[in-house]
């Protein structure tokens, strides 16, 4: 399950793509089973209707907001973890 306080801090993001990026990271991690070091390729985004450079502008605003953390080196794909998010609902 999507941790609620996690997505609803990603439904706040600016832009129209963080929300869609958010939702490939976490399908990712349910494919591989973990929260960590997951691949985030340009075949991925590209199946939710997101380019490669708005996907790594949606991807900078997660990282942003604190709810990612991405390993970034040049000439491969980034490695995204999700970082927890605690909120109170309503606050």
Known sequence: ???LPWMIAATALSGKYPLAVALVIWFQAGLEKRRTKLRLTTKMIERFGVNR????????????AGLVTVDRKPGRC???SIREKRTTIGK
């Open 53 to 64: 450079q708005a996907g790594y502008r949606a991807l900078a605003a997660l990282e942003d």
């Open 78 to 80: 980034p490695l995204v």
């Open 1 to 3: 399950p999507l941790p």
